[in-house]
C-alpha cells in the first residue's frame, strides 16, 4: 500500500464523518446569513474572519486528536504491512487535512460565488487553509506524544485556549506593564509566536486597515504591507506546519504501537 492509497481511504473516511458535514454546513449557514445581513464583502470578511480564528483552529485541533485516536487500531494493522511508517504519517496528515480543508471551502466559498468573490475574500479563505494545515499538524504531535487519549484531548483544547484567548490577554498585560518603553518591535516579535495573531495582522493589513492594530499599526505595515510582505506572513505560517509536523514524524517513526 503506498501513501495515496493510504490519503484516499484517511479522505474518503473523514470526508463523510457526520462531524466534518455539521462543520461544513456550519460554515455555510454562517457565510449566507451574513451575506444576506450585509452586502459589503469587507464588512463580510471581517465579521467572517473573527469567527473562523475561533472556529478552524478549534475543530481542527479537537477533531485532528480524537481521529488518530480512533485511528490506532487501523495504523496497527498497516504496521503489520509492508507499508513504511513515514507512509502511514503522510496519508494520515494529509487525509485528515484536506478533507477539512475541502470543508472549509465548501463551507465558505459556495454562498460567497452568488455574491461575487474578491480578492480580501480569498485570502482570508488562503488562511483559513493554512489555519487548518497548521492545527492539524499540532494536533498529530500532540496525539503520537499522548498515549492517553482524554490527556491528549485536554491538552489539545488547552493549546487552543491559549492561542485563542489567552495570548491576547498576556498581549494586553505586557502593553499595560511596559507602555512607558517603545514596544513596536517587541509586539512584531510576539506576534510571530501565534500563528493566530500571525493571520490576523496579515488580513488587516491586506484589507488597508492597520489603525485597527493600533500603535504599531506603521510597524505591521512595514513589515507585512508589501507584497513580499505577504510572502512573510505565509512563510511564518508554513514555519508553524513544519515545525510541529517535523516533530510528531519524528515521534512517530520511533513510538512503540
Not at 473516511?13 to 449557514?29: E, K, N, Q
Not at 463551507?107 to 460565488?113: D, E, F, K, N, S
Not at 505591521?220 to 508553524?240: E, H, I, K
Amino acid at each position: 500500500m503506498n501513501r495515496n492509497k493510504v490519503l484516499r481511504f484517511v479522505l474518503y473516511d473523514v470526508i463523510r464523518s457526520r462531524s466534518v458535514i455539521a462543520y461544513t454546513f456550519f460554515l455555510f449557514l454562517i457565510t449566507f446569513a451574513m451575506f444576506y445581513v450585509s452586502h459589503d464583502q469587507s464588512k463580510v470578511v471581517i465579521s467572517l474572519f473573527n469567527i473562523i480564528l475561533l472556529v478552524v483552529p478549534l475543530v481542527n485541533i479537537v477533531l485532528g486528536a480524537i481521529h488518530y485516536y480512533n485511528s490506532d487500531k487501523f495504523i496497527q494493522v498497516l504496521l503489520t504491512q509492508p507499508v513504511k511508517r513515514s507512509t502511514i504519517f503522510w496519508g494520515e496528515y494529509l487525509g485528515f487535512s484536506i478533507s477539512l480543508s475541502l470543508s472549509f471551502l465548501a463551507g465558505t466559498l459556495l454562498p460567497a460565488i452568488f455574491y461575487g468573490l474578491s480578492m480580501q475574500y480569498l485570502y482570508l479563505m488562503l488562511i483559513g487553509v493554512a489555519l487548518t494545515f497548521i492545527f492539524e499538524a499540532i494536533a498529530l504531535y500532540i496525539a503520537v506524544s499522548n498515549a492517553d487519549k482524554a490527556r491528549g484531548l485536554w491538552k489539545a483544547i488547552l493549546i487552543w485556549f491559549y492561542f485563542s484567548v489567552v495570548y491576547d490577554g498576556l498581549v494586553m498585560l505586557v502593553l499595560f506593564l511596559f507602555s512607558d518603553y517603545p514596544l513596536q518591535k517587541t509586539l512584531l516579535f510576539l506576534t510571530v509566536l501565534n500563528p493566530i495573531d500571525i493571520s490576523r495582522t496579515a488580513l488587516l493589513i491586506k484589507m488597508d486597515i492597520s489603525a485597527l492594530l493600533g500603535a504599531t499599526g506603521a510597524v505591521y505595515q512595514m513589515v507585512f504591507g508589501s507584497t513580499a510582505g505577504s510572502v512573510l506572513a505565509f512563510g511564518l505560517l508554513l514555519c508553524w506546519i513544519a515545525a510541529p509536523l517535523l516533530r510528531a514524524h519524528h515521534i512517530f517513526r520511533r513510538k512503540d504501537f
